[in-house]
C-alpha cells in the first residue's frame, strides 16, 4: 500500500535478460533499512527488492509487468519515481494507491500554466467511469487531482496540473506530449465500478 507521494528518485543502472528482467536501481534511500522481500513503487509498479547494495535495490519484471506499463522505464539510464510502502502510523499524504497499473497513458499536450505545468492525458475509454473531475488518480506512482475529463469514442481525455514541488521531486516535470505514463484509478472507484456492473447483470 502506498500513498502516491514520491520520497525519491531513482535511475535504471543496469538491467539483465534472465527468465525475468531484473532491473537494478540506484536511489538515495539508506538500504539498511530496507529488506530483501520489501515493496517500493517505482514509477507506480508495486515491486519486491530481491537485492541490494549500499546506494541500489534490484528487482524482477515478468513479461505481464514489462507488457502492461509504460515501455520506456525499464531501460538503463532511465528515471523512476519511488516510494515505500506505507507503514502503520504514516501520514497519508495523497490517496491510497496499490501499486497495480490499470492501462497506459500518453501524454498529450504539457502547457506552462501559472507556475503548474498542465498535463493532458490521453487513457483507454474503459477507465472512463472510474475517473471523475476533481477525484485522485496516480500518473507513474504520483497522487494528483484531476481538473476535468473529456470521453472520446476511444479514449478519454483528462487534465492535471503538476506544481512546481511536484515538477521538482518528480519525473512529472519533464512529461512531454507522446510519452507514456502509467495510470491506477482510484481504488474506491475500481471496486465501486466492479459492484455497479456486477448489480447491471
Same mark, same amino acid.
Given at each position: 500500500m502506498f500513498?502516491?507521494?514520491?520520497?525519491?528518485?531513482?535511475?535504471v543502472a543496469a538491467v539483465e535478460e534472465r527468465g525475468d528482467r531484473r532491473v537494478r536501481i540506484a536511489c538515495g534511500y539508506d538500504l539498511a533499512g530496507v529488506d530483501l522481500g520489501a515493496s517500493i513503487a517505482c514509477s507506480g509498479v508495486c515491486l519486491?527488492?530481491?537485492?541490494?547494495?549500499?546506494d541500489w535495490?534490484?528487482?524482477?519484471?515478468?513479461a505481464e509487468t514489462v507488457s502492461r506499463t509504460a515501455a520506456d522505464l525499464w531501460q538503463e539510464g532511465s528515471k523512476l519515481n519511488l516510494e515505500r510502502s506505507l507503514r502503520l502510523g504514516d501520514e497519508l499524504g495523497g490517496h491510497i494507491v496499490t501499486g497495480h497499473v490499470d492501462a497506459i497513458a500518453s501524454v498529450v499536450s504539457a502547457d506552462p500554466e501559472g507556475d @503548474?505545468? %498542465?498535463?493532458?492525458?490521453?487513457?483507454?475509454?474503459a477507465l472512463s467511469p472510474m475517473i471523475a473531475a476533481k477525484g485522485s488518480i496516480t500518473l507513474d506512482g504520483v497522487s494528483l487531482t484531476v481538473n476535468d475529463v473529456q470521453d472520446g469514442p476511444e479514449t478519454t481525455r483528462f487534465t492535471v496540473n503538476i506544481i512546481p514541488h511536484t515538477a521538482a521531486q518528480t519525473t512529472l516535470? @519533464?512529461? %512531454?506530449?507522446g510519452r507514456q505514463l502509467n495510470v491506477e484509478i482510484d481504488v474506491l472507484a475500481r471496486y465501486l465500478d466492479r459492484m455497479m456492473s456486477a448489480r447491471a447483470q
Amino acid at each position: 500500500m502506498f500513498t502516491g507521494i514520491i520520497t525519491d528518485i531513482g535511475r535504471v543502472a543496469a538491467v539483465e535478460e534472465r527468465g525475468d528482467r531484473r532491473v537494478r536501481i540506484a536511489c538515495g534511500y539508506d538500504l539498511a533499512g530496507v529488506d530483501l522481500g520489501a515493496s517500493i513503487a517505482c514509477s507506480g509498479v508495486c515491486l519486491t527488492v530481491v537485492d541490494k547494495g549500499a546506494d541500489w535495490f534490484a528487482v524482477d519484471l515478468s513479461a505481464e509487468t514489462v507488457s502492461r506499463t509504460a515501455a520506456d522505464l525499464w531501460q538503463e539510464g532511465s528515471k523512476l519515481n519511488l516510494e515505500r510502502s506505507l507503514r502503520l502510523g504514516d501520514e497519508l499524504g495523497g490517496h491510497i494507491v496499490t501499486g497495480h497499473v490499470d492501462a497506459i497513458a500518453s501524454v498529450v499536450s504539457a502547457d506552462p500554466e501559472g507556475d @503548474s505545468l %498542465r498535463l493532458a492525458v490521453a487513457t483507454s475509454r474503459a477507465l472512463s467511469p472510474m475517473i471523475a473531475a476533481k477525484g485522485s488518480i496516480t500518473l507513474d506512482g504520483v497522487s494528483l487531482t484531476v481538473n476535468d475529463v473529456q470521453d472520446g469514442p476511444e479514449t478519454t481525455r483528462f487534465t492535471v496540473n503538476i506544481i512546481p514541488h511536484t515538477a521538482a521531486q518528480t519525473t512529472l516535470g @519533464s512529461a %512531454r506530449p507522446g510519452r507514456q505514463l502509467n495510470v491506477e484509478i482510484d481504488v474506491l472507484a475500481r471496486y465501486l465500478d466492479r459492484m455497479m456492473s456486477a448489480r447491471a447483470q
